[in-house]
């Protein structure tokens, strides 16, 4: 099976390198191409991959062809590759707001896609992506499609009126988490921690009530009991976070974003 990448920036990087680290395709499988010639040089030297002459060349000779490109070109990327399309082509397309129903339309006949949002955590191999198919993806398909999917992370299938909330809740939330860690590491400093010493243990906290979080499948508000002592330290801190509004910014920062990827 030849997987070929149109567009090779961090996100198809990423996905090259977990499905290449986890074996599911050989370097000489992977076919890419990407209009900067940083990102084809970067792709090549990095991986190892095969660099093709132009997006229709990675068409005409790969088996899966995944769309890596941004919302704002994808239309016409898709006008160029249509004609070579074969029937039995797999296409997964990472763009953002871009529907099943948009992208057929766009291909002017009926494609296999698989339409997901990944979230940059992919590139540390931690990522987390939401997938739906279109209904003539079949099993077989959809297993080709998960494969690549978890080889840098973890991927859940939802139907696709919620991929909007996958924008937000996972696509643009790491930004939310780095603001977190970042806003933690300043007061560390403040209190007369080394500002590196202040980023490790902030990071370290986030990591690892996160991993609790999936490696249990208790309840978050159960786990954040569990900290909160009567009388201690913690819960004075949770009684500012609720005072101060932090629950309904976060909320208020992904209903705005949720909006926003509805109308890209």
């Not at 992919?122 to 198919?133: E, H, I, Q, R, S």
């Not at 996958?166 to 860690?181: E, H, K, N, R």
């Not at 010493?197 to 978050?220: C, I, N, W």
């Amino acid at each position: 099976m030849t997987t070929g990448f149109i567009g090779l920036g961090n996100m198809a990087q990423a996905m090259i390198g977990g499905i290449l680290g986890k074996g599911l395709v050989s370097e000489g499988s992977v076919i890419g191409y990407d209009k900067a010639d940083a990102a084809r040089n970067n792709a090549a030297e990095e991986f190892g991959i095969a660099i093709a002459d132009s997006n229709t060349d990675v068409v005409e000779r790969a088996d899966v062809v995944v769309l890596a490109v941004k919302p704002q070109v994808i239309q016409g990327v898709i006008k160029e590759i249509a004609p070579a399309v074969k029937d039995d082509t797999l296409i997964i397309s990472i763009a953002p707001a871009k529907s099943i129903e948009w992208i057929t339309e766009n291909f002017g006949k009926k494609v296999k896609l698989v339409r997901c949002m990944p979230n940059t955590p992919a590139l540390a191999g931690a990522g987390m992506t939401g997938y739906c198919v279109s209904d003539n993806v079949t099993e077989e398909d959809k297993a080709v499609a998960v494969s690549i999917l978890n080889s840098f992370g973890r991927s859940e299938e939802v139907e696709e009126h919620l991929m909007a909330a996958v924008t937000s809740v996972s696509g643009s939330s790491p930004a939310y988490v780095f603001i977190l860690i970042e806003a933690m590491a300043d007061q560390a400093v403040a209190d007369g921690m080394s500002r590196a010493q202040a980023y490790e243990f902030a990071a370290q906290a986030v990591y690892g009530s996160a991993k609790m979080l999936l490696d249990t499948g208790r309840h978050p508000g159960e786990l954040k009991d569990m900290v909160c002592s009567p009388a201690g330290t913690t819960i004075d801190a949770v009684k500012v976070l609720e005072r101060d509004g932090f629950r309904a910014a976060v909320q208020n920062a992904m209903a705005a974003c949720t909006e926003k990827a509805k109308t890209l």
